[in-house]
């Protein structure tokens, strides 16, 4: 099976930068993708990362190293509005051509002022 | 972006009925939409793949006569919950993959669903 595992919960105060991690154990591995959820909303996508090294999006920049088994998901400037649940995921190699997503634990961040 | 649309946002039922939750892909055909269910503060877990024109396949655990998936058509897909318990009360969530992106997934807005 597949397990991912992160932090539950960061805090950290605005302009700041933080990091949440993703360690993962899978059977066979086509990428971690990061996913962001406000409360009661629904997740929408991040990044990608297929291969090792950093991806940046703006404030956003994630970063993978297949051999440790693991990433993590860089926020920069850190603003309110950046206060959310953050998830990690990868796909099932068992799902075939289907490439259902696993999600990880998950992490809660708080921005404060 | 792609647009996934889910109905009703939020149902509330008594214990014994079933609950039908729609999921629509708006601009874009899906033969497989994957669904969703989470808990207050956890993560999401998969529940079952939708196929178009064929039987779901569901997760180990979930109990495909209890959770109905239908996906009669390239842009919808139907999730019923059958004799609706209070311990099925969740946070419902479909998502597909639109064709020509990098591979992530679209989420619809969820259905939060609270049974009496």
């Known amino acids: 099976g597949q397990s991912l595992e992160q932090p539950s919960e960061v805090t950290a105060v605005e302009g700041a930068i933080v990091q949440i991690n993703c360690t993962y154990q899978t059977s066979g591995f086509y990428g971690l993708s990061w996913y962001q959820q406000h409360d009661g909303g629904a997740p929408t996508f991040l990044s990608y990362?297929?291969?090792?090294g950093l991806e940046e999006t703006g404030r956003f920049s994630s970063f993978l190293s297949r051999s440790d088994s693991y990433g993590y998901l860089l926020l920069q400037e850190l603003q309110m509005k950046d206060s959310a649940s953050y998830f990690c995921a990868v796909r099932d190699p068992g799902g075939g051509a289907t490439n259902k997503l696993i999600f990880g634990t998950g992490t809660l961040l708080a921005v404060q002022p | 972006g792609a647009v996934v649309s889910q109905h009703p946002s939020w149902v509330i039922c008594k214990s014994g009925t079933s609950v039908k939750i729609e999921c629509r892909s708006l601009?874009?055909?899906?033969?497989?939409m994957f669904w969703y269910r989470q808990f207050p503060k956890q993560s999401l877990m998969l529940m079952a793949t939708?196929?178009?024109?064929?039987?779901?396949?569901?997760e180990q655990g979930v109990e495909k006569d209890k959770f109905l998936i239908n996906h009669a058509s390239l842009t919808l897909s139907t999730l019923t919950v059958t004799s609706a318990h209070p311990e099925d009360s969740s946070f419902y969530i479909c998502?597909?993959?639109?064709?020509?992106?990098?591979?992530?997934?679209?989420f619809g807005e969820g259905s939060r669903l609270t049974v009496l």
């Open positions: 601009d874009f055909q899906a033969t497989t």
């Open positions: 998502s597909a993959r639109a064709p020509r992106t990098t591979g992530e997934l679209f």
């Open positions: 990362n297929a291969l090792d």
């Open positions: 939708s196929n178009e024109g064929s039987k779901a396949t569901y």
